[in-house]
């Protein structure tokens, strides 16, 4: 009896140490488990853009220009419809012109009146001219023949530095009778007193002969220079007349002004008459039409609207605390929330150096875009989402920063093969915009790589269990998440 109890203690013992034994052989096994089973998302190596950019908002400007005709009128005519392109000079829209036409040809006969008296006065001014030439010519004759006369006078008369009072003329007779007659007187007996009385007669008319010569000479010559002296002046008059004729021509001058006058009346009319026609200022693509055939429109009224055939413009304001972000010649990409899905490409073409003081004494400054394409759907002063671009990296194969982890001074990702076996490989990394970043080697487009979460992340509907080829949990090993932009 005694035996058998030894028995049943022995293997009531037996049974607890084997079920310790495999509660423990159980545990050890579930943390094995645990160590070598991790849970994860996968990733693809794929090929795409990596940017740094500072984004804004900005507008939409397709440069619409709004057309007036310069008129008040009626529309008449409109030979386009919105949406046609049409080359500078096309006319887009026209309005009554019956009245300004009259206006013109009034005008320009006018003008041709004008060119006719014109013409008119030039040939009379041209006539004047000779006449007035000749007559010049003619006094000019008389100016020296008259001098010629004067100065002869002057030499026969022996005059003295003009003095007439120093007139000479031939008084030898006179000499003679006096020589005779004193002769007579002083010897009275010697001649018949008849003699004596015939030459004191004789004496006494050459002296009278002799004063009337000497008046007479003085006469003469006062004549000679008066003829000078007129001849002189009339000479002056007549130069002075043709001068004037030939550099003034008034009569011309004031028809040439008639002409001036008349062209400008004329070119007024037909530029007001010009103005019954709206033209495109340049080439350019009719996006609006505001009125009708008939309506009647003023000066003010907006009849068209037309854009310059250009690539669309975007415009934006930019704050002096993020100026410094935006250089000309930029990248910049555009979307809008009118557009979901479609990104424009384009460039910065202008900063503006002059600030913007908004209310609270903001400062901004005006930015300008061109954007590389005409693009359809893009509509005037659209509300648009700007990304500018500091630096980026195109078409390069890329992965999440999150799947590339650091092991002894290498970079590192876990690959899911084929097979479904997680294998670490060896890459090297290039740039980065800060979540993912450039593969430069140890991967292919299409390769797909794991990145590890936590055993509470099984939640996740992408995370998966697998076996881990990945090196001793013993092993420096340091995950690269979310790593700074790199340069």
């Avoid at 990702?413 to 980065?432: M, P, W």
């Avoid at 915009?433 to 979460?453: A, C, H, N």
Wanted: charged residues 25%; aromatic residues 6%; negative net charge.
């Amino acid at each position: 009896m005694k035996k058998n109890k030894n028995k049943l203690v022995l293997l009531m013992i037996a049974i607890i140490i084997v079920g310790v034994g495999a509660f423990w052989y159980i545990d050890n096994n579930k943390k094995a488990t645990l160590k070598t089973e991790s849970t994860y998302t996968t990733s693809t190596v794929t090929k795409g853009n990596l940017k740094i950019d500072y984004t804004d908002e900005g507008s939409i400007d397709l440069n619409i220009k709004e057309l007036k005709f310069t008129l008040d009128g009626t529309v008449n005519r409109i030979p386009v419809n919105e949406g046609d392109v049409v080359k500078a000079g096309t006319v887009l829209m026209t309005i009554d012109n019956v009245d300004y036409v009259d206006q013109m040809k009034q005008a320009e006969i006018s003008y041709e009146n004008s060119k006719l008296s014109y013409e008119k006065s030039k040939i009379e001014s041209q006539t004047t001219l000779v006449t007035l030439k000749n007559q010049v010519d003619q006094y000019n004759v008389k100016v020296e023949l008259a001098k010629e006369n004067y100065e002869e006078l002057l030499k026969k008369y022996k005059v003295d530095g003009g003095n007439y009072d120093t007139v000479k003329v031939d008084d030898s007779n006179l000499k003679t009778l006096e020589i005779e007659h004193n002769s007579m007187i002083a010897s009275p007996d010697a001649y018949a007193q008849n003699d004596i009385k015939n030459k004191q007669t004789a004496y006494e008319n050459e002296k009278t002969n002799y004063a009337t010569s000497i008046s007479s000479a003085k006469s003469t010559l006062k004549q000679a220079k008066l003829s000078y002296d007129t001849a002189v002046i009339d000479y002056n008059k007549t130069l002075m007349d043709y001068n004037t004729e030939k550099n003034m021509n008034y009569s011309e001058k004031l028809n040439k002004l008639s002409i001036d006058k008349a062209s400008i009346d004329y070119k007024t009319t037909k530029d007001t008459l010009d103005g019954t026609k709206l033209v495109a200022p340049y080439d350019c693509k009719v996006v609006g039409i505001a009125v009708n055939v008939g309506d009647e429109i003023t000066k003010d009224t907006v009849v068209l609207q037309v854009r310059m055939i250009e690539n669309p413009k975007v415009v934006a304001s930019i704050s002096e605390s993020d100026i410094g972000n935006v250089t000309v010649g930029m990248d910049i990409e555009v979307t809008s929330d009118n557009l979901e899905g479609q990104i424009f490409m384009g460039k910065v073409t202008k900063v503006s150096n002059v600030a913007t003081v908004g209310s609270g004494s903001t400062v901004s400054y005006d930015v300008t875009m061109d954007l590389d394409e005409d693009y359809k759907d893009i509509r005037d002063k659209m509300t648009c989402n700007i990304s500018f671009i500091i630096k980026q990296k195109k078409d390069c194969l890329k992965i999440p920063n999150k799947a590339v982890y650091m092991e002894n001074g290498s970079q590192f990702v876990k690959v899911l093969g084929s097979d479904n076996k997680i294998a670490a490989k060896k890459i090297k990394t290039g740039f980065t915009d800060g979540t993912d970043s450039e593969v430069v080697e140890g991967l292919s487009e299409g390769d797909t790589v794991t990145i590890e979460g936590t055993a509470s992340s099984s939640k996740t509907s992408s995370s998966s269990k697998s076996s881990s080829s990945s090196k001793s949990s013993n092993s420096s090993k340091t995950t690269v998440n979310d790593m700074p932009p790199m340069f």
